[in-house]
């Protein structure tokens, strides 16, 4: 395994931000404080704070609070696992015990106070570390580990005494890894492993064990943060670290929980910019993972569909199980870029290639016919009644000789071939032995990716255990569907960060001319009338249908004149948002006896129901499109989000939307066009033409822009249906629901 409305935003819209960090803590970040211009318009930071951890990995000096040596003490063996792991790191090692005068021959202090120097990490073996905390400080110790649970992933009472201890190193200065963690920060990792090193962050440390026995597959792991219920230090501030640090060639995570939404995608945004991938197990795909995983680590899991957009939206990729974060990892971090994206299948078996090229196909792979040269050349090893188009099935035979390295290298020279892989579904001695060596030795001499699947079930062969494992080179899965997707992100990761731009860099710094119109229409804690939520929308240059607001029969015979015929009336008030249901919207009106009787049938209908009206409005009556809706919504963990999908009663039906969290630009809304199952109706379905997709485009950003300016006060924003004309003619809002904070 290797080892109108639409045109150009405002500038300021799409202005470079200047890198910078956020206002860190004394000594805890590297780098200088966020200056003004690196906030957002709502006054958050454009930059990830790096924490400067090396003291924390590698100290220089530890102690270890409530150290112990006295034989069947669960303290014991912890102490002496911290003793070995100072040693190996270089760390002088201070023992910390009120009652003892030395622990395993160390001199051993009463107190933190009474330490012979300042320490750079110390390890609190203790129930309850809050009363240490002060005591810390005072010491100026930079780092502390708390082992102790009974905090957040309790309930109630433990998350209120959570938060005390997160007080409390708040204002100590002091980073404090913990509580409810354990000792994988000081495990033994291997230091005869070469190349580039998969960090490892697990807020639930059993389950790092699978990538931590990699090392035996010769895949070197650098570092293992298990952040626990991160009072303090979370899983964004290691990925932050391990970004900036040469010997990481991915980090590996498994999340059951985001402290804070904005922190991890600003650390993932650092890891982009840096080319560093970021793999997840992130759990609370369903209902019942979420409820798990909040009652193991105490935090909000956030709505998946939001999770998993945000992580697309900056290049994190999710894989489902730990074998898949595994294999993926291990790809990623130790293969060379890309060259070229094209996949050639190659095997001793015809049904194997086929079965593999389906499922590689299936899997998003580009699966190129080999060229008519290329093929004959092939077929100078390979017996000509074989397919070698690709898949490129040998027959067998040819691997047992000097022909399988020929084909090998032939494959390999084909500038569209990116990538090799090899099924090898069972051992074949001597045939499958000669395959594996000639594959290690020319993927020793290629720039290019060269996988193998290896499919026996035993696992003890020498061509498998020494042979392919034994090389950097080769990646070597044992499943079909871990290769193709390790493969597919390997290949996904360097087209993304060859072309990256930091939604960052997207954000407003300073509010638009739209934002002071907009504050004075917004009404706190109350839903806006359609027509207010129209003006709101009209504020921020999204078209709207021509319309009045009227108060009487008479006054809506004037305005549909106005207006023009055909008209539509629809009931106007702040507790309305479902209006055709009720019979409050009345359609094609062509004549003002028409328009009488649907003003007194709307105000008749609405003293029935009891619904409070601030009038009838009389509007435009719009051509024929597709109906779209672009909204807002407030997810708990990552704020304000934007959702596009297919509108009218479709979005209940099909629920065929996506969501991105802003900021975001012009090429993040495009794909969430791209994301819809409904996508075709876009361009055009049954002799229908195709619709204006910039326009659609703009008021999404424009729907973005009112969400980062207004997300403290706005609720929900709802945009149903918004009506998409023809290419050219724009987007126009026939209805809209705003509810305020």
């Not at 760390?91 to 395993?104: K, L, M």
């Not at 402290?259 to 019942?288: C, I, M, N, W, Y």
């Not at 996949?343 to 998003?364: E, K, P, R």
């Not at 876009?682 to 822009?705: I, K, T």
């Amino acid at each position: 395994m290797l080892g109108s409305t639409h045109g150009t935003l405002t500038t300021d819209f799409r202005a470079r931000v200047v890198a910078c960090g956020e206002q860190p803590r004394p000594g805890a970040v590297h780098g200088t404080a966020a200056a003004e211009g690196d906030l957002d318009v709502s006054g958050r930071p454009l930059h990830a704070p790096v924490p400067d951890l090396d003291r924390f990995f590698r100290p220089e000096s530890l102690a270890v609070v409530g150290a112990s040596d006295a034989e069947g003490r669960p303290n014991t063996g912890i102490t002496r696992q911290l003793i070995a792991w100072a040693e190996r790191v270089g760390a002088r090692v201070h023992p910390v015990h009120p009652t003892r005068d030395s622990v395993f021959g160390l001199p051993c202090s009463a107190s933190v106070a009474d330490l012979p120097e300042q320490v750079d990490l110390a390890v609190l073996l203790v129930g309850d570390p809050l009363p240490l905390i002060d005591e810390l400080a005072e010491a100026k110790v930079k780092f502390a580990v708390a082992f102790a649970s009974g905090f957040a992933e309790t309930g109630e009472d433990g998350a209120a005494a959570q938060e005390r201890l997160a007080a409390a190193v708040r204002r100590s200065g002091m980073r404090l890894l913990g509580p409810n963690t354990n000792l994988n920060a000081f495990e033994r990792f291997r230091d005869d492993l070469e190349g580039p090193a998969i960090a490892l962050i697990t807020q639930s440390g059993h389950q790092g064990r699978p990538l931590f026995a990699l090392q035996e597959l010769g895949v070197r792991l650098s570092h293992w943060a298990p952040t626990g219920n991160e009072a303090d230090l979370e899983a964004a501030d290691f990925i932050a670290y391990f970004a900036e640090r040469p010997e990481v060639g991915a980090v590996a995570c498994y999340l059951e929980g985001l402290k804070d939404g904005r922190s991890f995608l600003l650390a993932a945004d650092r890891a982009a910019r840096a080319r560093v991938p970021v793999v997840a197990v992130k759990v609370g795909r369903t209902e019942t993972g979420a409820r798990t995983a909040a009652s193991h680590t105490g935090k909000l899991t956030g709505a998946d569909q939001v999770v998993d957009a945000a992580m697309r939206q900056y290049g994190v990729i999710r894989v489902d199980g730990l074998d898949e974060l595994q294999d993926t990892s291990a790809l990623l971090a130790r293969a060379r870029p890309p060259v070229a994206d094209g996949v050639v299948v190659y095997s001793i078996s015809g049904g194997t290639g086929a079965h593999f090229a389906d499922l590689a196909t299936a899997g998003g792979l580009t699966l190129p016919t080999l060229s008519a040269a290329k093929q004959a050349e092939l077929h100078e090893w390979i017996p000509p009644y074989l397919n070698v188009a690709n898949p490129v099935d040998n027959g067998g035979h040819p691997v047992g000789d000097w022909r399988g390295r020929k084909i090998i290298d032939a494959i390999l020279a084909d500038p569209a071939v990116g990538v090799l892989i090899c099924p090898i579904t069972g051992p074949f001695p001597p045939m499958s032995d000669r395959l594996a060596r000639d594959l290690v030795e020319a993927a020793e001499q290629t720039d290019k990716l060269v996988c193998v699947v290896w499919g026996s079930p035993v696992g003890t062969e020498a061509a498998y255990r020494e042979t392919l494992l034994g090389s950097s080179r080769v990646a070597t899965f044992r499943t079909f569907a871990n290769c193709i997707g390790a493969v597919r992100a390997h290949l996904a990761h360097h087209r993304f960060t060859s072309s990256y731009r930091s939604p960052f860099d997207e954000a407003p710094r300073v509010p638009s001319p739209s934002f002071r119109k907009a504050q004075a229409l917004m009404r706190p804690g109350r839903q806006l009338s359609e027509h207010a939520a129209k003006q709101l929308l009209r504020a921020y240059g999204i078209r709207v249908p021509r319309e009045q607001l009227v108060t009487s029969a008479a006054a809506a015979v004037r305005a549909a004149g106005q207006v023009g015929y055909p008209v539509v009336m629809k009931a106007s008030g702040t507790h309305l948002a479902h209006k055709t249901e009720l019979g409050l919207v009345k359609v094609g009106l062509t004549s003002a006896s028409q328009v009488r009787d649907a003003y007194r049938e709307l105000t008749d209908i609405a003293r029935y129901e009891g619904v409070e009206l601030d009038g009838v409005l009389v509007c435009q009556m719009v051509a024929r499109g597709v109906e779209m809706v672009v909204g807002v919504t407030h997810d708990a963990l990552f704020g304000p989000t934007v959702t596009v999908g297919l509108g009218g009663v479709l979005v209940e039906v099909l629920g065929d939307a996506a969501v991105r969290v802003p900021p975001f630009g012009e090429e993040q809304a495009r794909d969430m066009l791209d994301e819809l199952r409904g996508r075709a109706l876009l361009e055009g379905v049954r002799g229908g033409p195709p619709v204006d997709v910039d326009a659609l485009v703009e008021v999404v950003l424009r729907v973005q822009r009112m969400a980062l300016e207004l997300g403290g006060d706005l609720a929900e924003l709802d945009i149903n249906p918004l009506m998409v004309l023809p290419r050219g003619q724009g987007a126009v809002a026939l209805d809209a629901l705003v509810v305020c904070k």
